[in-house]
């Protein structure tokens, strides 16, 4: 048994676990539209540095792992895995080298999933065959868009393919589909932050927080 642990996460609370707002830095634009902090940066950094150790351990023969950005809402939490990655494998003198694509699927229609995925900009994926792939994602919600991302891949013939994803959510709505590595499992709240917009707005916020009934009707797409 390897020592590296997968599909292990911390269990990210409600309301009563979250964190006052008046407690943390909040840009002015966000600050009354917030209900209260769920993760703060700080213990996002810490976790992403564990996810960075645990995903490398895992490809112990890889001299070249290819990873998926899922843009928009992953390249937050993609920057700073890619970060804690190559400074283990720098320090740790790992024979292996990172290369990173984007790809952009979009399910949102303000705060509902439309149940359709539509993709944007793939770039040239015949390029993963025979290739170790991570997927890099922001949030599993219901499952199905990763799963049509993981379906895309298959026509490919990639080496191995793994994803992780910075939040599951923990929702009757799921597909059933649970990625090799996560941060964090939510309950099934409308999450913003480190990346994470609702409709273009606060990826900026450097904390994962839930959104008020105020900031969606202040937000919300006309």
């Not at 609370?13 to 830095?25: L, Q, R």
């Not at 970060?83 to 494998?89: A, F, T």
């Not at 740790?92 to 979009?106: A, D, H, T």
């Amino acid at each position: 048994k390897q020592w590296y642990q997968r599909r292990v996460a911390i269990t990210a609370g409600g309301v009563e676990s979250g964190y006052d707002i008046n407690m943390f830095n909040i840009p002015v634009k966000y600050a009354n539209f917030l209900q209260y902090i769920l993760i703060p940066n700080g213990l996002i950094k810490d976790r992403t540095q564990k996810l960075a150790v645990d995903i490398l351990a895992s490809l112990p023969n890889c001299k070249q792992l290819v990873i998926l950005c899922v843009l928009k809402g992953g390249y937050k939490f993609c920057s700073e895995l890619v970060d804690c990655m190559e400074r283990y494998i720098c320090s740790c003198e790992i024979n292996m080298s990172i290369k990173v694509e984007f790809i952009r699927l979009k399910s949102y229609h303000n705060t509902s999933s439309t149940g359709e995925v539509e993709v944007i900009g793939l770039s040239d994926l015949s390029v993963l065959t025979n290739k170790h792939i991570l997927i890099v994602e922001d949030i599993i919600d219901t499952g199905k868009t990763m799963t049509h991302a993981l379906k895309l891949l298959e026509d490919y013939s990639p080496a191995s393919v793994q994803c992780a994803s910075l939040l599951l959510k923990r929702t009757d709505k799921s597909c059933g589909y649970v990625p090799e590595y996560i941060g964090f499992t939510v309950e099934d709240q409308f999450i913003v932050g480190f990346g994470i917009d609702y409709n273009e707005y606060f990826r900026d916020l450097p904390h994962i927080a839930v959104i008020n009934d105020a900031g969606i009707k202040h937000f919300q797409e006309v």
